[in-house]
């Protein structure tokens, strides 16, 4: 038998298996993303179903299989309750996740997207920020740390704050990126910046949860 392996990750993307049991996507630290099968999880009794929902941040004890793990237990962090309770948010916060699972992959190093969906996560708790400033800086971070960014492509014709934005965005890591404001001519055109660095990254695919906010 495979030794038990322990990671920390987030719940990307959660489903039902089976009659009681329930499949995860998780982004982690050491593996990149993974998939990892709960059993019993749907069974209201059963100490792995809050541990097994989307947003769920912690550690979780797994054993490898052929092509997917077995969870076996779960040691959560947080829970980003506040998601719950709020419907705009917590579409934001799904996008987030879509976002994520499309852009990483298994056994790569995706440390730094982690950090940044879990401070983006953070940000959408918090009154103070702007939830289109927080996707904007969330979508740009990303392509960024998918090493494609092409930072000469905006010059002329675009706000000298956003144009600043994007040089702080570049120069800080992930996890300090939501520490500023802009006035909305500066977020609009970020968002524009945003919009069109995530069409090019993701080769226009929909998702589902952005196509929701777009009905808002």
């Not at 950090?115 to 392509?143: C, G, M, N, P, W």
């Amino acid at each position: 038998m495979q030794p038990l392996l322990s990671v920390t990750g987030m719940v990307l993307k959660t489903e039902p298996s089976g009659e009681y049991d329930r499949r995860v996507e998780i982004l982690t630290v050491s593996h990149g993303k993974i998939s990892a099968f709960a059993k019993g999880a749907r069974r209201q009794t059963n100490h792995l179903m809050a541990a097994t929902d989307l947003f769920v941040f912690g550690d979780f004890r797994l054993y490898p299989g052929r092509s997917s793990y077995s969870m076996t237990d779960a040691n959560v962090k947080n829970y980003f309750s506040e998601l719950r309770s709020d419907y705009t948010a917590a579409l934001y916060g799904m996008y987030f996740l879509e976002a994520a699972s499309y852009n990483t992959r298994e056994n790569n190093d995706e440390k730094d997207v982690l950090t940044l969906l879990y401070q983006a996560l953070k940000a959408l708790t918090h009154e103070a920020y702007d939830r289109e400033l927080v996707k904007s800086i969330f979508e740009i971070k990303l392509v960024m740390l998918e090493g494609v960014f092409n930072r000469a492509a905006y010059g002329e014709g675009y706000d000298r704050a956003a144009l600043y934005a994007l040089d702080f965005l570049l120069a800080t890591p992930p996890g300090k990126v939501f520490s500023f404001r802009l006035k909305e001519e500066a977020m609009l055109d970020l968002a524009r910046i945003a919009k069109a660095e995530m069409k090019k990254q993701n080769g226009g695919h929909e998702f589902n949860s952005l196509a929701l906010l777009a009905e808002m």
